[in-house]
């Protein structure tokens, strides 16, 4: 167990809905990642905070969108679904803002689009 | 941008033998290459990493070597055992709050007992 908690599990919607996946970081770790890794794909980076604000950007499309709560819980939205967003989504936190600290990864998102 | 290319996609060996994965990276600036290894259904953990003020680093019987001359950097398994199987991911970052980790496609390793 690496301390990093994401709700819900499983996740299975229709094309053009909208959903929430929640993450809650380690204790005391600052920085959120967001990742999407796709059927025999890599860990493809969307987007990280830290302590509340943006702080690096990947691939993102425009229909997602993420936030850090002051507490430090990230959401991440994504709107418009289409049926290639079907994808495990991982966050993972690490105590600063470097991307040079190990990442702890939490048990992911399964995000099934129909 | 970084882009890491990771070799190969697949990788067997019979139980015992050893296993290496291969990483080239494009930013000469990167410094920071860390290894995740990702079992069946489970989350990616970090098993090793290498700062490119070292070549090699050895833990148990995993090393990681890093040529910064060439661009790659990989990974060394020795006397696999079957619980090695898993996919691996290798990752490159430059020194920078606003740079993060690129992640190759990995490699999924089985060791065949």
């Known amino acids: 167990d690496s301390g990093v908690t994401q709700t819900p599990k499983h996740l299975i919607t229709a094309t053009g809905q909208r959903v929430t996946l929640r993450c809650s970081p380690r204790s005391g770790d600052l920085s959120v990642y967001w990742y999407q890794q796709s059927l025999d794909q890599g860990l493809q980076f969307l987007i990280q905070y830290y302590n509340g604000e943006e702080r690096a950007k990947g691939n993102i499309l425009e229909r997602f969108s993420a936030q850090q709560f002051p507490d430090l819980h990230s959401e991440l939205n994504l709107s418009s679904l289409e049926l290639g967003d079907s994808a495990l989504y991982f966050c993972?936190?690490?105590?600063?803002?470097?991307?040079?600290?190990?990442?702890?990864f939490g048990p992911g998102t399964r995000l099934l689009v129909l | 941008g970084e882009n890491v290319e990771q070799h190969p996609s697949t990788l067997s060996v019979q139980e015992g033998d050893s296993a290496v994965i291969k990483c080239t990276y494009s930013?000469?600036?990167?410094?920071?290459f860390p290894w995740y290894k990702q079992e069946l259904g489970k989350r990616p953990q970090l098993i090793i990493d290498i700062r490119s003020n070292v070549g090699e680093k050895k833990d148990q019987r995993i090393a990681v070597t890093l040529n910064k001359t060439a661009k790659h950097f990989s990974l060394h398994i020795t006397e696999t055992q079957p619980e090695d199987s898993a996919v691996y991911f290798c990752a490159a970052s430059r020194n920078s709050g606003n740079t993060p980790l690129v992640f190759g496609k990995g490699t999924r390793l089985s060791v065949i007992a």
């Open positions: 930013d000469s600036a990167s410094n920071y």
């Open positions: 993972a936190s690490s105590p600063q803002v470097s991307g040079q600290e190990t990442q702890y």
